[in-house]
């Protein structure tokens, strides 16, 4: 799924860091800033609405655009993501095509 | 831990509430699962359906005794364009990742996980063979993924009722009479509705 997503996000001209679960990403995020966070809810050592909660407490990442991906159609989790300021939900499986106009959205 | 589950006395992670319930003629507690649906368990918890051309993979960590079984068939489509072929393949993507998913929060290993595969089979003669569809993608994945696969019964005519067993990895695959066919493949069109369900695919913006 990861793959799936950086290649959509790699063809359509968007410059893909990608990182194995959620402890990288907020050290890969820490490092060299992005403009787009897409997380997924399960990840391995720390899931996607920590890492949401992580992002958010950093200065850099006060504003950016964080969405995130999930199988769970769960209304309690999805109210912990916008709680935690996450700008978009979305449910898997989606479209790529629904990826790519939801980020031309949130990337102002 | 659980995600909206009838719990067990074990740890069990599955989608909306799979039923658990004692079977008494096995002695045991069994997840009786359906199309679109998964379930994934720490303990002696059986996991059982009954597969038409849907696929079930059973998946665990072998050492620690934790793994569950899925229950999924990718879309069927009116023509064949790579397109289509991508956006069924998603549904089938996100059947097995729910369900690694589920083992690996309950505590099983990426490296160690080992594969078993059923069902698939060919409900009507005169039918695109959507069987032998869902058998090919559920191979693909697991080359592709790099997971162990240590056995697979898939295709032929008959319905299958299958339980697996994740604590030690036994899986019984009993075959129906083929006159069952229409009885379970209607049960499994159930699936094609929810996976045309308002949710997957939809976008929220807060």
Redo the contacts between chains.
């Keep these: 799924?990861r793959a799936?997503v950086a290649a959509t996000l790699a063809e359509a001209g968007y410059k893909v860091v990608q990182a194995e679960d959620g402890v990288q990403a907020l050290e890969i995020a820490k490092k060299e800033p992005v403009r787009l966070v897409v997380a997924d809810v399960?990840m391995?050592r720390m899931d996607g609405l920590t890492l949401l909660k992580h992002l958010r407490g950093l200065a850099a990442y006060k504003f950016t655009p964080i969405l995130i991906l999930t199988?769970?159609?769960?209304a309690e989790k999805?109210a912990v993501?916008?709680s935690a300021g996450?700008?978009?939900?979305?449910?898997?499986?989606?479209?790529p095509q629904?990826l790519l106009s939801?980020i031309k959205?949130?990337i102002k | 831990m659980s995600s909206g589950t009838a719990e067990s006395a074990f740890g069990s992670t599955s989608d909306r509430g799979v039923r658990v319930v004692w079977d008494p003629g096995l002695k045991a507690e069994v997840a009786r699962i359906l199309p679109g649906e998964y379930y994934a368990t720490t303990g002696e918890v059986i996991v059982s359906t009954v597969l038409g051309s849907c696929v079930s993979a059973c998946i665990r960590d072998p050492e620690r005794g934790i793994g569950g079984m899925n229950h999924f068939m990718l879309p069927s489509q009116s023509s064949h364009s790579a397109q289509e072929d991508a956006a069924a393949a998603r549904y089938g993507l996100a059947a097995m990742e729910q369900l690694i998913n589920a083992v690996l929060k309950l505590g099983g290993r990426r490296g160690k996980l080992e594969v078993k595969l059923t069902g698939g089979g060919r409900m009507f003669a005169n039918r695109m063979d959507i069987g032998q569809r869902n058998a090919e993608f559920a191979l693909d994945f697991v080359a592709n993924e790099g997971l162990r696969l240590i056995s697979h019964d898939l295709g032929g005519e008959n319905p299958r009722r299958v339980l697996y067993y994740p604590a030690s990895g036994r899986l019984r695959v009993q075959k129906m009479p083929v006159i069952e066919s229409r009885r379970v493949e209607a049960e499994e069109r159930q699936l094609v509705d929810r996976l045309r369900e308002p949710e997957a695919g939809s976008v929220e913006l807060f």
């Design positions: 799924m799936l399960n391995p199988t769970e159609i769960s999805k993501a916008k996450a700008t978009g939900w979305l449910v898997k499986p989606f479209d629904t939801t959205r949130v």
